[in-house]
């Protein structure tokens, strides 16, 4: 099966830009979620989305930050203005089912690593 | 809030050599996974622990899992060059929120 895809792979930004990165999960998975992932530590969630509606999105800052999920399937975050404090790895998973009793691991993009300069 | 916490955070070992990264978390949960992730790479994941007392191995790698205690083991026999990466646990809370740790980055070295 083809895996988890996310666009672009990279991206160089000054302060105060914007910036969007794609994300097409799995198949048929249900739930999708987008991490950011600081050099040297591990993943933290921003958002998780269960089809096109929104799960958890305690850790996402709402000042800056912001993310849908069309139709269920592809997800955009977005960045609106971006701080030097986002250079970071964002990472887009997906799994079967995030309901409860549901134990699927989570299926990992290859990331867009943003460096804002 | 969650916190999850691995040691060592780093670790050098020579070829053949045994060793166990440690991975406690501060909430209850039944639910456990490792991942592995090599440099600029994604992350891959190897272990699904479900309940306690749950025992994976794959290779030179064994995981357990221990509710009670809380705490999760990945252990390392014999290690080789190829498992020269970073492992992560991530707890599962409520069924569908995932919690990483904050990574073992390990060194094989020949």
């Known amino acids: 099966e083809a895996g988890v895809a996310q666009s672009p792979r990279y991206k160089i930004i000054e302060k105060r830009q914007s910036v969007a990165f794609w994300c097409n999960p799995i198949s048929g998975h249900a739930t999708l979620y987008w991490y950011q992932q600081i050099l040297g530590q591990g993943p933290k969630l921003l958002i998780q989305?269960?089809?096109?509606?929104?799960?958890?999105d305690s850790q996402l800052p709402k000042d800056r930050f912001s993310a849908e999920r069309l139709k269920g399937v592809d997800s955009t975050l977005k960045i609106q203005p971006a701080k030097l404090e986002d250079s970071a790895v964002y990472l887009c998973a997906s799994s079967l089912d995030g309901r409860q009793g549901m134990r699927a691991p989570l299926h990992f993009g290859n990331g867009t690593r943003l460096t804002v300069t | 809030e969650l916190k999850v916490e691995q040691n060592p955070l780093f670790l050098s070992m020579q070829e053949g050599k045994n060793y166990t990264i440690y991975c406690n978390y501060s909430?209850?949960?039944?639910?456990l996974y490792w991942y592995r992730q090599d440099p600029g790479k994604s992350l891959e994941s190897l272990f699904v622990l479900l309940s306690n007392g749950a025992v994976k191995q794959e290779g030179r790698l064994m995981a357990s899992l221990d509710t009670k205690a809380r705490l999760s083991t990945l252990h390392i026999t014999a290690a080789v060059h190829d498992l020269s990466a970073t492992y992560f646990c991530?707890?599962?809370?409520?069924?569908?929120?995932?919690?990483f740790g904050t990574g073992t980055s390990l060194t094989v070295i020949p």
């Open positions: 989305f269960q089809n096109n509606g929104v799960v958890d």
């Open positions: 909430t209850t949960s039944d639910r």
């Open positions: 991530a707890v599962d809370l409520r069924g569908y929120q995932f919690y």
